[in-house]
Antibody
Framework: QVQLVQSGSELKKPGASVKVSCKAS????????INWVRQAPGQGLEWMGW????????TYDQGFTGRFDFSLDTSVNTAYLQITNLKAEDTATYYC?????????????WGQGTLVTVSS | SYELTQPPSMSVSPGQTARITCSGD??????AYWYQQKPGQAPVLVIY???ERPSGIPERFSGSSSGTIVTLTISGVQAEDEADYYC??????????FGGGTKLTVL
């Protein structure tokens, strides 16, 4: 069965960096893109962008350029989100979600989420 | 990118019908998708392409579209349906947008 398993919670200081992983299983990894979604505490869902797993080409939504980086390691079916120069407002749960667009199903499978807390 | 507008909250008694709306200028041209999110859990896709239901989603969940408004209907609401619901759509530039979410309370 399709599964996306994310890395565990992180506590970081302002100015540090964090790298969140999203390991996929149960399907051909390079056939579906991976989206990243942010959810600040008590807030709604915010699409950050996506990465084409067949080419490695990332696309970032406005507001997520500069400090945010999407990458892949296709040898282990894993996508990564790295955030540099962390700020307090980056405190949020970050989700990866499979892009089922080829099948018309949009974000059809989600990881369990990774809570990143930025605090001094 | 454009916006999708949802009512922040609504409440319904068990067994009644809940209708959650989502409005956006691009909805006549773009499909809408709906997600259910319970506290502490990841979102779950409940409707795709305006009105299609993924396998495993109960039949009481349905979707419809009319012009700039799409609607998620939950017929015979159960206590377990209490959750936040988000609509989503894309725009012509390939970006995705979520609505602000609707908190459904089952009285």
């Amino acid at each position: 069965q399709v599964q996306l398993v994310q890395s565990g919670s992180e506590l970081k200081k302002p100015g540090a960096s964090v790298k969140v992983s999203c390991k996929a299983s149960g399907y051909t990894f390079t056939n579906y893109g991976i989206n990243w979604v942010r959810q600040a505490p008590g807030q709604g869902l915010e699409w950050m962008g996506w990465i084409d797993t067949s080419t490695g080409n990332p696309t970032y939504d406005q507001g997520f350029t500069g400090r945010f980086d999407f990458s892949l390691d296709t040898s282990v079916n894993t996508a990564y989100l790295q955030i540099t120069n962390l700020k307090a407002e980056d405190t949020a749960t970050y989700y990866c979600a499979r892009d089922g667009t080829p099948a018309g199903t949009s974000f059809d499978y989600w990881g369990q989420g990774t809570l990143v807390t930025v605090s001094s | 990118s454009y916006e999708l507008t949802q009512p922040p909250s609504m409440s319904v008694s068990p067994g009644q019908t809940a209708r959650i709306t989502c409005s956006g200028d691009a909805l006549p041209k773009q499909y809408a998708y709906w997600y259910q999110q319970k506290p502490g859990q990841a979102p779950v896709l409940v409707i795709y392409k305006d009105s299609e239901r993924p396998s495993g989603i109960p039949e009481r969940f349905s979707g419809s579209s009319s012009g700039t408004i799409v609607t998620l209907t939950i017929s015979g609401v159960q206590a377990e349906d209490e959750a936040d619901y988000y609509c989503q759509s894309g725009d012509s530039s390939g970006t995705w947008v979520f609505g602000g979410g609707t908190k459904l309370t089952v009285l």
